[in-house]
């Protein structure tokens, strides 16, 4: 019997294999030759982007089907595709530690309930956690899931806010500047909280702080929608999509190289631009005109 599509005019995206590729590929050179490749923490910008558009592209075509979003049915999704991975993550890291790395232990038993309950970020922000200490020693094999913190924070309030944003506005323009001018909001805020000279993991980690690239994924999604770009386009336009694709791509490759993790720069304002560069290429990515980082390695 032939599996019913739950959303009739979604669409597999192969180029998005390579997005990830691109951003899990920054963030594993990040950590393994930090003084070579210092701005690969970017790639976990391009994850939030990414999380952004999907999601909102998603709500948006069960929205414009049904003429409603199943939130029970949305939040029932989310938890089996996460809930199962961590626990079995959390308690057999933690099993490992008690057995082999006992002077990890410490503050175990807020690590596992902030986890649970995805609020680690905000747990990291108030126990004083720096994320650019983690090449000392006793660095907890924890501090990487503050992201996905955020994503679960996000799952919560997202469908909602999308909705509601749909019946306020129901233009896609109106919403879409909507959700950009919450982004440049997000931005300022990691502006303003940053201290120079001083550890920036507090707007490092803060959902408040990181959340404009989740809104300008958001955004694309309704200037953008996936199931309303066309299959054939004219040369120019495939010509225009794929300049932007590999400017943006080598701009991306560029910031891995020289952004400083702790400099001004970064959070004056950096990390908004380094956005902007993920939303176009994340366009040209999107639309199947291009075929942009569609490989079978990626994938």
């Known amino acids: 019997m032939q599996h019913k599509k739950r959303l009739a005019n979604s669409r597999y ?39 952004g558009y999907l999601l909102t592209d ?7 089907q049904n003429g409603k979003v199943n939130l029970l049915g949305f939040y029932r999704r989310r938890i089996k595709r996460l809930y199962p991975a961590l ?81 306020l506005f129901k233009r896609r323009r109106r919403i879409a500047q909507a959700l950009f001018g919450l982004g440049l909001l997000s931005v300022l805020l990691m502006a303003w909280l940053y201290v120079p000279g001083h550890d920036p993991s507090r707007v490092y980690y803060g959902t408040d702080t990181r959340l404009f690239a989740v809104l300008f994924g958001a955004a694309l999604a309704f200037i953008w929608p996936s199931t309303k770009l066309r299959q054939k386009i004219d040369r120019p336009q495939r010509w225009l999509l794929n300049s932007i694709g590999v400017l943006t791509f080598v701009a991306i490759l560029g910031l891995y190289l020289v952004t400083d993790p702790q400099g001004r720069f970064v959070y004056r304002g ?30």
């Open 13 to 51: 995206i192969t180029g998005i294999n390579g997005l990830r590729t691109l951003a899990v590929g920054g963030v594993i050179l990040y950590h393994l030759i930090p003084f070579r490749v210092p701005g690969g923490f970017l790639g976990v910008v391009i994850f939030l982007v990414l999380t």
């Open 58 to 64: 998603l709500l948006v075509q069960e929205w414009q």
């Open 87 to 167: 626990v079995t993550m959390l308690f057999a890291t933690a099993a490992y530690m008690t057995l082999f790395q006992r002077q990890l232990l410490a503050q175990l038993r807020g690590i596992l309930w902030s986890n649970l309950l995805y609020v680690y970020n905000w747990w990291q922000i108030f126990h004083g956690q720096s994320y650019f200490d983690r090449f000392a020693n006793n660095e907890s094999p924890f501090t990487h899931l503050w992201t996905l913190s955020i994503e679960g924070q996000l799952y919560l309030i997202w469908p909602v806010l999308i909705v509601s944003l749909i019946l």
């Open 270 to 299: 950096g990390m908004g631009l380094f956005t902007g560069l993920v939303v176009l290429l994340t366009a040209t990515v999107v639309h199947p005109g291009a075929q942009w980082l569609t490989n079978p390695i990626f994938r």
